[in-house]
C-alpha cells in the first residue's frame, strides 16, 4: 500500500507538472516583460516609444522575435527588410538590444503578449489587452520651469543622478549647449508624446542611461517635470533659434583655446628655464683661481 501511494504521488507530480512549468513560465513572462519591455512597449496595438506587440506572435516567427529582440541593431545592418522598416518607421530610434536573455526567458515574453483577439486567443497567463482611455496631462507653468532646473542640473534629482544636459542637447531660450553623447531632445515630445518621454525618463531602456541612473531613478515629480519641460520646449521649437550645432563650435573653439594657453605656459616655462650648467659659478671660480695662480 505504501509503495501504491508513492507511485501515486509521484504520478501526481509528472502529470502536475507540465501546468505547473507553464503557470512559473507565465509568471516570469510577465514579470521579465515588466522589467525590460513595459518601458516602450504595451501589450495592445496602441503606440508607445515603439509598437504596441498586440498580434506579434501571429505577425513574425518566433525565430525572428528571438534575434530581433536579442540584438536589433544587427538585423538592421545586415539589411533585414521588416527590421529596417521599424527602424525607419520609429525615426530610426535603436531599441536596446537584450542579448544577456536566454532563447527561454524570450519566449516566456512572447507568452505573455495577447493576440490579434485579445488576451482569450494569446498564450495561457497572457497578459490582458486593456486599453485604458488617455487624459490630457495638464501642465502648468511651474512644472516646466521645474523640469528645467532639473534638465540643467541647477536643481539636483532626489536621488543624485545625473543632469539632462550633460548628454542631451536643447535649442531653448537661454539655455546652454547640452553634451553631444546622447541624441538632441528639442521635439523628442513631439515624436513620443507624454507617454513615451515619460515612460523614457522614468525606465530608460537605453544601455548608457540606465547604467547612468542605476539606483538613481526619478521620482514621479520629477518626470512629470521634465516632461512638461520637453512638452514646451517642442511647442516653442519653431520660434527657437537651433544652437544644435552650437556646442560642436564651442567644443572646437575651447580645445583651441586649452591648446593655445598649454603652448603659452610651455614657452614661458622653456624661456626662463636656467640657461647655463648648476655648476658653471664653481667653474668660473676655478678658472679665475688658475689664472692667479699662473701669473
Known amino acids: 500500500m505504501r509503495i501504491l501511494k508513492v ?56 525565430e525572428w522575435l528571438i534575434n530581433w529582440i536579442k540584438d536589433p541593431m544587427k538585423m538592421v545592418n545586415a539589411g533585414d527588410k521588416e527590421a529596417v522598416a521599424i527602424f525607419e518607421e520609429y525615426n530610426q530610434i535603436p531599441m536596446t538590444a537584450f542579448g544577456f536573455l536566454s532563447d527561454a526567458e524570450i519566449k516566456a515574453i512572447l507568452s505573455v503578449i495577447p493576440g490579434k483577439a485579445g488576451a482569450e486567443s494569446g498564450a495561457e497567463g497572457a497578459v490582458a489587452a486593456v486599453e485604458e482611455p488617455e487624459v490630457p496631462i495638464e501642465y502648468t507653468e511651474e512644472d516646466a520651469l521645474a523640469g528645467r532646473l532639473l534638465f540643467e542640473g541647477k536643481k539636483k534629482f532626489v536621488k543624485g543622478g545625473p543632469s539632462c544636459l550633460s548628454c542631451h542637447h536643447v535649442s531653448f531660450d537661454d539655455i546652454i549647449s547640452g553634451g553631444l553623447l546622447a541624441k538632441d531632445l528639442t521635439n523628442v515630445h513631439g515624436r513620443l508624446g507624454d507617454a513615451g518621454v515619460s515612460s523614457i525618463v522614468s525606465a530608460p531602456p537605453f544601455p548608457a542611461m540606465a547604467d547612468a541612473y542605476k539606483n538613481k531613478t526619478l521620482t ?32 572646437i573653439g575651447g580645445g583651441f583655446i586649452g591648446l593655445l594657453l598649454w603652448l603659452l605656459i610651455i614657452y614661458a616655462t622653456y624661456n626662463n628655464r636656467k640657461k647655463e650648467s648648476v655648476k658653471e659659478d664653481i667653474f668660473k671660480r676655478q678658472l679665475k683661481g688658475n689664472d692667479s695662480v699662473n701669473s
Open 220 to 251: 514621479d515629480d520629477e518626470v512629470f517635470q521634465l516632461t512638461a519641460f520637453l512638452k514646451t520646449v517642442n511647442e516653442n521649437s519653431g520660434t527657437q533659434a537651433d544652437t544644435s550645432q552650437l556646442g560642436m563650435f564651442q567644443m
Open 7 to 62: 507511485l501515486g504521488i509521484s504520478a501526481g507530480f509528472m502529470l502536475a507538472g507540465p501546468f505547473v512549468n507553464q503557470n512559473v513560465m507565465a509568471q516570469d513572462g510577465e514579470a521579465l516583460y515588466k522589467a525590460n519591455c513595459a518601458s516602450c512597449h504595451k501589450t495592445t496595438s496602441k503606440r508607445l516609444v515603439g509598437p504596441g506587440l498586440e498580434g506579434i506572435n501571429e505577425k513574425r516567427s518566433e
